[in-house]
């Protein structure tokens, strides 16, 4: 099976754990066989590979999410990376070049699209299966996922089909209703569009030539842009007249709010948590280091990160996002290519970080115009580049470095610094990227 | 008005604001006039000079409290300090030879007790002034002051007085009763006894003597650790036939648990919170310096501190303290004579806090068999002494102390530094106090 899982932006509905720069799909929340946390992604992606170990998996995603990828899937997944956000269909006709030309999938082969954020069972994957090879053997160009709805949702659009078979033809889109609407939708038979389709790779090379004028994957992605937003429903579903919807009965709930995502925990809490006996329907996500203590609460979400805290009833946590908005704050943690890092301390001319560093891993090499640094080495070994010198450092050790000195460090180990910041300006932005001068590389 | 504050001990309560090194009443909670806010012990002090600016105020407190005491009310508060706790009776026993002996009130003056955490208006400190002018003259050895209940409260001991004069003989005492109980004591006109008594310093010092063989305030000050434990109470109310007790009608209450704190406050918020709409009797109190999001709450505190989160109804909150007893873990602020410190990150192998010096304070000389200690200074001008010798420091400078080498830093202008430790058994016991050598002092 060729899977592309659409993997998508930021997204503040779960704050304080998802922010401008972390994404809902990377938190790690499912309890695993083992005692360990997976996120969204990690689940996805392991679901998958037990239904198909040999499945070609691609994730479209932003340039932003690559390192959070690599670091939770490790390096074998393809990325289909979209230099910048242009909606759905510029994001498939990427991946669908990126899985010809750099994948060399041959055109004849069917691909299966899907978001990277369902909360699904193995019957799901297994769907998914049967939806690929429906889609290599159909006539139909496309072949969609129509769940069966538990309940007159309002937040999901609806496909007709035109018979109760487990494969049939499409008699009708019908975009997000009322719930009233949506009643009457179900009484006709609809199922929930998920946004999960399958085709056969020619297929959406072909529509993508049609609509923009690119020679091959590179092109594409050089020019991706210039190209106009635009979803992959109105720019391709909506003129296709040869569509098929096959129905899925099994379990399916997005992950898109703190309800949604509470009914999905296996426990009450994740990370330090009390909870008295007159709590009910409490759930609580703390990734602090200090207890949340919860008493005689009802129906309500607590988390806790360095971002904020949030304490919402469950039902009002979906109208969380115009709140998030309005927090104009200093991000306070994110994961990078090399590790992760977490601000533990902020004044007027200074800024305390905790820097975690992956073992093989470094900064890149740069520079700061306005702030000094100071660099005191807790755990781990590894070597910096100061000014062009190397040095082997271990914890204990401690480092200066003065505005305007190139500076880097390489982690031998695991390795942690507490960086301190001093300057009257300090601000992401103040960062020259520089090489490694060729005597130390 | 020569008045005695008894300031208990830390209580759990209020946690996350209260614990073992933080008591209530230090936490600033109460808005002044100005916008800042104020805190219990800061209040009340500053209403009873209002009442009498000459008022003679002293705190019996223990040893752990004086640095919070001299940073909130200034050094010129006279403080008895409880070498050890042993209860109400050598408290008071001890503040009275205090007063005595090294502020020289003659034993003929009135004093009046009053716990430090009540919160009333200012008519309370005016019925204390005449609590202790009716003390001065009355032939009864002690004046009472009894409040009119306004609930049948388990919570508070009974007085019921011979008649309904404002100042009467006490008719008998009772114990905290049931709340049906409590119901037929106010029906024969019973009073609460809120622990707020007046004596003529002489009568106190006569008891003292009797009961404790000691010369004068020295000597019973190096002897408190043998004292018996024992309440004012049961060593001397419950013997004392001449009692009066005088009215209070006004407004009191006692700031024990988060339900009557909050009761308190102002605005239904104190530091970075945000409500919405669907939120009702809500209160935050939050010290982090990330935003706390409510949505949809009722009848619920939240407070935030560097120690952890509490999250509960109102009503449960008064049942917190077995639960805050399991929390096991690592102080994270607290307040010292020369200022304070935050702990911000913690690992296996290091800590890092944040220290704040105040302008003209120092710490200790000390060292640390087991750790190595970097500071970063990030705010402010003093000078360290390493291993004897002297040196300026200013925002940006580095000052690294391997295990074993005596250090100290004294702050010229208020100063702040990030203070990392490293070492495998880091532990606040590791600490040796030494003299500063005398060719840098």
């Known amino acids: 099976m060729n899977i592309v899982l659409l993997s998508g932006g930021s997204g503040k509905r779960l704050w304080p754990l998802s922010n401008d720069t972390r994404s809902k799909q990377f938190i790690k929340i ?25 499945a070609t998996i691609t994730i479209a995603t932003s340039k932003s999410q690559v390192s959070a990828i690599h670091n939770q899937l490790g390096t074998d997944v393809g990325i289909s990376v979209e230099p910048c956000r242009r909606d759905t269909f510029p994001a498939i006709a990427l991946a669908a070049a990126y899985l010809h030309d750099v994948q ?18 193995q019957d799901y994957f297994e769907a998914l299966k049967r939806l690929g090879e429906r889609a290599a053997v159909s006539d139909a160009n496309l072949v969609l996922m129509g769940i069966e709805p538990t309940y007159p949702s309002a ?15 499409v008699s009708m889109f019908k975009e997000k209703p009322d719930a009233e609407t949506a009643k009457t939708y179900i009484a006709r038979g609809a199922l929930w569009n998920g946004g999960v389709f399958a085709f056969r790779l020619g297929y959406v090379l072909k529509r993508a030539h049609e609509l923009i004028a690119f020679r091959d994957y590179r ?47 296996e426990s009450p809490s994740i990370g330090k948590a009390i909870l008295n006996d007159a709590c009910s329907n409490v759930h ?50 994110a994961e990078k290519s090399w590790g992760s890092f977490r601000v533990i301390d902020i004044e007027d001319g200074s800024m305390t970080i905790k ?4 073992a093989g891993h470094k900064m890149n090499y740069h520079s700061h115009e306005r702030r000094d640094e100071v660099w005191t080495v807790i755990e781990g070994k590894g070597r910096t580049i100061i000014d062009g010198a190397e040095k082997a450092v271990t914890a204990g050790d401690v480092v200066t470095m003065k505005a305007g000195i190139p500076h880097t460090i390489i982690a ?5 610094l507490i960086e301190v910041q001093i300057g009257k300006e300090i601000s992401v932005g103040d960062k020259t990227k520089l090489s490694i001068p060729s005597r130390v590389r």
Chains 1, 2 share one sequence.
């Open 30 to 54: 499912f309890k695993t066989d083992d005692g360990s946390y997976e996120s969204m992604v990690q689940r996805v992606y392991r679901q998958i590979l037990s239904v198909d170990k040999s």
């Open 104 to 121: 060399k999938i041959p055109a004849d082969e069917s691909v299966v699209v899907c978001p990277v954020d369902p909360y699904v069972e």
């Open 155 to 169: 937040k999901y659009g609806y496909i007709i089909p035109k018979d109760n078979e487990n494969v049939s033809r």
């Open 219 to 265: 092109d594409l992605y050089d020019k991706y842009d210039t190209l106009t937003k635009i979803s992959f429903d109105y720019a391709v579903v909506e003129h296709e007249t040869q569509i098929e919807v096959m129905r899925f009965g099994g379990m399916w709930k997005d992950m898109g709010t703190w309800n949604t995502l509470t009914e999905a925990m």
């Open 284 to 333: 609580v996500v703390n990734e602090l280091d200090v207890p949340v203590l919860c008493m005689g609460l009802k129906d309500i979400v607590v988390s806790a990160s360095p971002e904020g805290i949030l304490v919402s009833d469950k039902t009002q946590s979906s109208y969380i996002k115009p709140f998030v908005d309005e927090i104009d704050q200093q991000i306070m943690f």
């Open 355 to 358: 820097v975690t560093l992956n």
């Open 412 to 416: 031998d180990s695991a390795l942690q």
